[in-house]
């Protein structure tokens, strides 16, 4: 008998399989109710996963500067095929964590393994398999965003084909003969995500890369994570537009201050925090005794009245019950909303100060 964890692939909620290798179950979401068939891996391929599983590990980094400890004994692990979303106030150490990581800074303790190999004693090989695109965006100010892209095509033995090919998908394709040094600050940043894909990297680090981007440059990095993600990629990105993060990322750490404070998936987070739901429901006409009704279910936290509206807070699984006390004690509803928690409410509270 074997148990698997597998992730439902319409709302990501995480359920649990156990059967025997090579069999077949039929799963059915409890959050979605989306139905699917999965098979038990065979006892070989599953060991071959676990070996595979992880792409980038940190154990116990710490760096400081002088007598100031920017990353305090931080510890994740990043599995193959994931998008990670790294968060954290202004100053919390995420550059520096990255910096870390890639060795372009030399943490006082700690070790990091990308892929499993070593990135402070075998550095170059282990940068092989990783796509960069730091913070701070740089380019030679004097060559044009083609002939850049040539230059590090070169570097990371790349086809250069594919600098036209990223070039027109960035949406650089009209700067033709435009030096670098004349781009706005977007124009380089599209040109810093497309450097960090040349060579189709197996693992993509970002900091940051929406930094600076209009409204479709941000949409346009997204889809292009949500495809190298397709294509089995794995991704560390830094942001602080936390709804995209919560949209395409499969679990969050967060930062605060050095100490890296949480990892889980936002879901998980909100639990753990015990954060729920806010139902609004607006009635015809609002009475004593539709709210006494809401106040005496079990699981409702708290219930605010508004002229014909309502903002309940409850649990979960009582959302149904709400609606039902309500239509019951003679509301008739005109409209409902639900706001489930979301990774700002998580963020506020594990960066409070
Ligand atoms: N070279 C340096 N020398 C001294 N202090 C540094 C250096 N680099 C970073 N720090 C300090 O380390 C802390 C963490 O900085 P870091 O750049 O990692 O933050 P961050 O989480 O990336 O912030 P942001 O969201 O603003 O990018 C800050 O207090 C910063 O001033
Ligand atoms: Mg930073």
Do not use: W
Request: proline fraction near 4%; charged fraction near 25%; glycine fraction near 8%.
């Amino acid at each position: 008998m074997a148990t698997q964890l597998v992730k439902c692939p319409t709302c990501k909620n995480t359920m649990t399989a156990t059967g025997e290798p090579g069999e077949k179950i039929i799963l059915t979401c409890p959050q979605c109710n989306q139905k699917g068939t999965f098979t038990i891996p065979e006892e070989k391929s599953q060991k071959t996963i676990e070996t595979n599983s992880t792409t980038i590990e940190v154990k116990d980094l710490t760096k400081s500067f002088n007598h100031f400890t920017a990353v305090n004994n931080i510890s994740f692990t990043i599995n193959k095929g994931e998008i990670f979303g790294f968060l954290g106030p202004n100053g919390a150490g995420k550059t520096t964590t990255i910096k870390s990581m890639l060795d372009l800074i030399h943490a006082n303790t700690g070790t990091i393994k990308i892929n499993g190999i070593d990135v402070r004693s075998h550095g170059k090989e282990a940068k092989k398999y990783v796509g960069y695109m730091p913070e701070k965006v740089a380019f030679y100010d004097n060559l044009t965003a083609l002939q850049n892209l040539r230059f590090y095509a070169e570097i990371k033995h790349a086809p250069k084909e594919e600098c036209i090919h990223l070039i027109e998908e960035f949406g650089l394709g009209d700067t033709g003969k435009k030096r670098v040094g004349k781009f706005s600050k977007g124009m380089v940043q599209r040109l810093g995500m497309a450097r960090a894909l040349l060579a189709n990297p197996p693992i993509l680090i970002l900091d940051e890369p929406s930094g600076g981007l209009d409204p479709r440059g941000v949409v346009l990095i997204r889809d292009k994570i949500l495809e190298m993600k397709k294509k089995g990629t794995t991704i560390f990105v830094s942001s602080h537009i936390l709804s995209e993060i919560q949209e395409i990322c499969d679990r969050v750490g967060i930062i605060n201050k050095g100490i890296l404070v949480a990892q889980d998936t936002v879901e998980g987070l909100s639990k753990k925090l015990n954060l729920k739901p806010q139902i609004t429901v607006t009635v015809d006409s609002m009475s004593t005794k539709i709210e006494n009704a809401v106040k005496k279910l079990p699981g409702v936290t708290s219930i605010k009245t508004l002229g014909n509206t309502l903002e309940i807070i409850c649990d979960g699984a009582m959302k149904a019950k709400v609606i039902l006390a309500i239509t019951n004690a003679g509301g008739n509803i005109q409209n409902l909303q639900t706001k489930e928690p979301s990774l700002e409410d998580v963020f506020m509270r594990y960066t409070e100060v």
